[in-house]
């Protein structure tokens, strides 16, 4: 039982494990696939994933990666850069170039919104060499067009896009990659060269081939890109024809749309029209969108810069004070978004603790039933083994009394050891062991026993073994007496009696009923005796003692 108890409680404690590691599996895989179209969903169920209860490391990066992915596509801080760390040296480690290669990704995102955007770069050109799959290939150069775009390192991104160029056909990632390129060469200074190429994507009819979104988006920065190289009527031209037919366009875009015709305008003159334009625009309500209220902002300062040779202070101040609102409002929003967190995570951290204590509970609860019901089996093992043992010896001394009673029927030819036993039973000492056992059967042999011998004995009194003992010397030439000369303390009470029991003939069970002994202990003691003696393990000791104490 001692060994029992330990086993049982590493049982539960594996199983309570393993269930919390299957649970947790269970919601990582929930959440990952929620991640994508759902990530707020995904994010609430990865809130509820304890990280330090993870056992294994590719829990653990699968939960770093996939709670990543989640912040980023919600709008959240990552956060967890360090642990990404972990999860991209696991993913290398295994070989799972994928999932390293996305953790190396948000790892650059990191670095470039801290400022660091040369470690940003880096990261991923240094990733580029061990990636073998086309597709994790083509997305790594994506990242490394907008990290250079905008971190304005026009030289690399002109690099880039130029690639992503080459290793497309299709008609959308042209005029994508190819605006990104010429906005490269602009920006360095180099506006034939980019206005040579939106020409030449022009030229090849890719634009037909594309929705009147993208369309209209590649010739809004061809136009951009005309009035900044100075031909800003033709800018205009190109802004005219693309919203000729008066398309169906949302209001963001409608938006853009004026402020670009109201510069092109500006630049080429006419600033009346450039004027009315801004004046359509609902200023007020672009506070919220600060490049676009900013923008509107320095164009009017500009406009009106260009018709009295001053600058507007007011506008100006108007311009700065409510970017200085926003931004205010943003710190706000953004300071009570973290105590929300924060508080969320309070509340978490409670849950945790309540869930913990509640498991602790179970764990309790459920090892104190197991624990119980080993003791009551253990306790209800023993009286079944003790019912047996009563059965044995009632049986076993069933059949003393019978041999006995064929020994008084046949006194002439009676040995030694019948007479012995005859006499001993007569002493009825054996009552006190059969009165402690309520069955049928040992109250049946009572009565047997009651008739043996000519005199009454009380059920209370034992067996008189000095008596035996004596009777032993007379019949077996005064072997008890020799065998205590011969080894003075060495046997104890209960060894004794085994071992004249035996001389005289009696069976295991006899001894077991005479000396209220179980058989186990029988054979445990004759086993001790045996080592005493330094005899065999189931050699004939009574033999061995006759030739050791007949000098005695």
Not at 139 to 154: F, K, P, R
Request: proline share 2%; with cysteine; charged share 25%.
């Amino acid at each position: 039982m001692k060994n029992l108890l330990p086993l049982v409680f590493l049982l539960i404690s594996a199983i309570f494990i393993i269930s919390c590691n299957e649970s947790a599996s269970d919601k990582l895989n929930i959440a990952s696939q929620l991640s994508g179209k759902r990530p707020d969903s995904a994010y609430t169920i990865l809130r509820n994933i304890d990280y330090s209860s993870l056992k294994t490391d590719s829990l653990k990066a699968r939960y770093i990666l996939t709670k990543a992915l989640t912040n980023i596509r919600v709008g959240r801080s990552l956060i967890t850069d360090t642990l990404l760390n972990d999860a991209a040296a696991y993913y290398i480690s295994i070989g799972d170039t994928s999932n390293w290669v996305i953790a190396s990704q948000l790892l650059s995102g990191y670095d470039f919104i801290k400022g660091d955007s040369e470690s940003a770069l880096r990261r991923l050109e240094d990733m580029v060499p061990r990636i073998k799959n086309p597709e994790l290939l083509w997305d790594t150069y994506i990242h490394l067009l907008e990290v250079s775009i905008n971190s304005q390192n026009y030289i690399n991104a002109y690099v880039y896009a130029d690639w992503l160029l080459n290793h497309t056909n299709v008609p959308e990632q042209i005029l994508k990659f190819a605006s990104a390129k010429s906005t490269a060469q602009y920006m360095q200074g180099n506006y034939a060269e980019a206005l040579a190429l939106y020409d030449s994507i022009i030229g090849i009819g890719v634009t037909d081939k594309v929705n009147p979104e993208v369309y209209r988006k590649f010739y809004r920065g061809y136009a951009e890109t005309l009035d900044g190289s100075g031909h800003s009527a033709e800018a205009i031209k190109v802004m005219n024809r693309i919203y000729h037919h008066e398309e169906p366009v949302n209001d963001i875009e409608n938006i853009y749309r004026q402020i670009s015709l109201s510069q092109f305008y500006a630049n080429s003159g006419n600033t009346n029209k450039a004027q009315e334009l801004l004046d359509s625009i609902n200023y007020d309500a672009t506070q919220p969108m600060f490049e676009i209220y900013g923008y509107i902002g320095m164009l009017k300062a500009a406009l009106k810069f260009k018709e009295s040779g001053r600058l507007p202070s007011v506008l100006m101040h108007n311009v700065t004070r409510n970017l200085y609102r926003n931004y205010k409002f943003s710190q706000f929003d953004r300071q009570t978004a973290l105590e929300s967190v924060i508080e969320l995570n309070d509340d978490i951290y409670k849950l945790k603790i309540q869930r913990q204590q509640l498991w602790l509970l179970v764990f309790g609860i459920s090892l104190f039933v197991i624990v119980s019901g080993i003791i009551v089996y253990f306790i209800l093992q023993h009286r079944k083994q003790r019912l047996v043992e009563a059965e044995e010896r009632a049986e076993t001394l069933e059949q003393m009394l019978k041999d006995i009673e064929k020994t008084e029927e046949r006194k002439a030819d009676s040995s030694d050891s019948d007479k012995l036993k005859a006499a001993l039973l007569r002493q009825l000492g054996i009552f006190k062991t059969f009165a402690g056992i309520p069955t049928q059967q040992s109250r049946d042999a009572l009565k047997k026993i009651s008739t043996v011998g000519k005199n009454e004995v009380s059920i209370e009194s034992l067996v008189d073994w000095p008596e035996f003992y004596s009777m032993i010397d007379n019949l077996y030439n005064g072997f008890h007496t020799k065998l205590i000369r011969k080894y003075p303390d060495i046997f104890n009470d209960k060894e004794q009696q085994i071992i004249v029991l035996l001389k005289a003939g009696f069976s295991t069970k006899e001894i077991s009923v005479l000396s209220e002994q179980t058989s186990a202990t029988i054979y445990t003691r004759k086993s001790v005796i045996r080592k005493k003696l330094g005899t065999l393990e189931n050699g004939d000791f009574i033999s061995y003692l006759d030739e050791r104490i007949k000098a005695f």
